[in-house]
T-cell receptor, first 112, second 114 residues
Framework: GDSVTQMEGPVTLSEEAFLTINCTYT??????LFWYVQYPGEGLQLLLK?????DKGSNKGFEATYRKETTSFHLEKGSVQVSDSAVYFC???????????FGTGTRLQVFP | DAGITQSPRHKVTETGTPVTLRCHQT?????MYWYRQDPGHGLRLIHY???????DKGEVSDGYSVSRSKTEDFLLTLESATSSQTSVYFC?????????????FGQGTRLTVV
């Protein structure tokens, strides 16, 4: 079945460091891909998305590119801030069923 | 914020008792989902609904049932709660769109089974 694999955390960085969180997926066909973020004590909110191969999603300085050849959707940010500390979830949504599948999440901790 | 309300927000119950969690939306979205969030497992899909009275199982549906008698409400029932069902439960809603539309999440329900 469909699945999403994320790198394990926590990822610990100093402020202004470069961030990469790896995400790969397994799915039939070509799903849409998403990154969601969860701040402490809250529900998930959409960070960015890409709906087809080679699309780049971006928001708040975060970027991710839909790579069909490597079935990946890695999240990057050039300079992280303390306020970016949260849990980040990679997800796919199957275009035929609209079923939404998440990875295990990666906790990011940014220190001043 | 999308109009999604989960109730209750916190609940402690005893093993073997039935529990029902409610998700209520005011957005008239067709799809509704129930997830559980556990350390090391992320969010796992329990059940989802693609319309009134139309539901399907997710990856961890054993021990759970759902009902959707009207568009705005999606109920999750634990027929006989077990300690392994202690978790944080999230409801989500979305519109169909060949997989491209985003899902909106509720604030979560923390359930403790003792």
């Amino acid at each position: 079945g469909d699945s999403v694999t994320q790198m394990e955390g926590p990822v610990t960085l100093s402020e202004e460091a470069f961030l990469t969180i790896n995400c790969t997926y397994t799915a039939t066909g070509y799903p849409s891909l998403f990154w969601y973020v969860q701040y402490p004590g809250e529900g998930l909110q959409l960070l960015l998305k890409a709906t087809k191969a080679d699309d780049k999603g971006s928001n708040k300085g975060f970027e991710a590119t839909y790579r069909k050849e490597t079935t990946s959707f890695h999240l990057e940010k050039g300079s992280v801030q303390v306020s970016d500390s949260a849990v980040y979830f990679c997800a796919l949504r199957h275009k035929n069923t609209d079923k939404l599948i998440f990875g295990t999440g990666t906790r990011l901790q940014v220190f001043p | 914020d999308a109009g999604i309300t989960q109730s209750p927000r916190h609940k402690v119950t005893e093993t073997g008792t039935p529990v029902t969690l409610r998700c209520h939306q005011t957005e008239n979205h067709r799809y509704m989902y129930w997830y559980r969030q556990d350390p090391g497992h992320g969010l796992r899909l329990i059940h989802y609904s693609y319309g009134v009275k139309d539901t399907d199982k997710g990856e961890v549906s054993d021990g759970y049932s759902v009902s959707r008698s009207k568009t705005e409400d999606f109920l999750l029932t634990l027929e006989s709660a077990t300690s392994s069902q202690t978790s944080v439960y999230f409801c989500a809603i979305s519109e169909p769109g060949q997989g491209s539309t985003e899902a909106f999440f509720g604030q979560g329900t923390r359930l403790t089974v003792v």
